[in-house]
């Protein structure tokens, strides 16, 4: 094994199995709780070839998703899952010796992206959970060679907004490749866009990636994408699978893309119920309870007070959910909760409730 790869702690997944092996409703992996589109799941099952190796390069895919956001098909490439073109951007442009810049409490891919090509982690402070561009810009040097940024953030949700986006491309040397990781954006509103697609069309180190496992329900599929200059896309198809997006994929992708009325339907249930969740939480504020406000499908609850994040967690479970609590990422006292049905955030709302009265 190389050295650099014995560092690597495998990626731990959310978990759906309470501790007794019993099966949860996972609300710790930021699905979308609506499933996905009718057109998406009819083009799932339409009768395909499956003896047939798929479109290497997803050339409708890449047609239907240039044509929703404006963007050259030229610019764009699919992968297996963002994650995919997340570790491709990290290869394509570091190695040993080379330091790879991410913000504290950030996406749990970053490092493991920097460290399996064999370049240095680099994790900078946070500003009360959300990325800090001053800290970001000071802590690069002529080693960096990527930054990572996801805008909204997980497992915060977390956000910087247009102006400090531009803010930290505009600081950066124009040889670091600044990647803008946009799983959540769609839940944003329209005028919260962060500007990622302007900057990828128009600077030549910008890379933008976006997934179809979070609003738009194929998380199961493994579909992502990426934008940016022309130069960039090359360097992630030399390196990238050859069939790395399954046929069945880039179909129910292409529906994806063109239901817009399931996406806003996603993203109107979503800020509802992220909206009483979060009043529901704040209203435990003197049981020392905290959600960081979220802009995207989850909300990051910090337990301050007598109540342990994992006494929660284990409680949550006896109702039968799933949820994230991230000790190994520096969070031992939150739990990452995904916005649910309504249903499902009121038996996680009781159970808060009822632990917080116990408390008393
Ligand atoms: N970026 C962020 C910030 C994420 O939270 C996730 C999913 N957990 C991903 C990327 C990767 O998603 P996928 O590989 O399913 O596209």
């Known amino acids: 094994m190389k ?6 702690h495998a990626y731990v997944p959310g978990k759906s199995t309470g501790a007794d092996g019993r099966r949860l409703t996972k609300l710790s992996a930021n699905e979308n709780p609506l499933g996905c589109s009718a057109a998406a799941l009819a083009a799932l099952a339409r009768d395909h070839a499956p003896a047939e190796y798929p479109d290497p390069d997803a050339i409708a895919l890449r047609g239907a998703l ?9 610019r764009i490439v699919c992968g297996t899952g963002s994650d995919e073109l997340l570790n491709l951007a990290a290869q394509g442009f570091a190695g040993p010796g080379d330091e790879v810049l991410f913000s504290r409490y950030s996406f749990a891919v970053y490092d493991i992206a920097a460290r399996r090509c064999g370049a240095t982690p680099v994790e900078v402070g946070d500003a009360d959970f959300g990325a800090d561009v001053d800290e970001m810009l ?4 002529d080693r960096t060679r990527v930054v990572f940024l996801a805008n909204p953030n997980n497992p915060t949700g977390t956000y910087l907004p247009r102006s400090e986006i531009g803010r930290l491309h505009a600081g950066l040397p124009t040889d670091v490749l600044f990647v803008l990781d946009q799983a959540y954006a769609e839940y944003l509103e329209p005028e919260e866009a962060d500007g990622g697609f302007a900057l990828a069309a128009n600077a030549a180190n910008v890379l933008v990636t976006r997934t179809f496992s979070k609003i738009y329900g194929l998380a199961g599929e493994r579909i992502g994408w990426a934008t940016g200059a022309p130069e960039l896309i090359d360097v992630l198809n030399r390196i990238r699978g050859p069939f790395n997006v399954t046929a069945g994929g880039q179909r129910a992708a292409i529906a994806a893309v063109n239901d817009h009325g399931f996406v806003t339907r996603s993203r109107e249930a979503n800020r509802e119920e992220r909206k009483r969740f979060t009043q529901v939480i704040e209203a435990l504020g003197n049981h020392g309870l905290r959600a960081v406000p979220s802009k995207a499908n989850f909300v990051l609850v910090l337990f301050e007070g007598a109540l342990q994040a994992e006494t929660a967690l284990k409680a ?4 039968g959910y799933a949820v ?10 939150a739990l990452r909760i995904t916005i649910g049905t309504a249903s499902q955030m009121d038996d996680i709302a009781g159970v808060l409730q009822r632990l917080c009265g116990n408390a008393a």
């Open 3 to 8: 050295p650099w790869i014995a560092g690597i």
């Open 66 to 74: 240039g044509r929703e956001h404006g963007i050259d098909p030229a």
């Open 138 to 141: 000071a802590a690069v040097t």
């Open 316 to 319: 949550i479970a006896e109702a």
């Open 324 to 333: 994230r609590h991230l000790p190994g990422q520096g969070l031992p006292q």
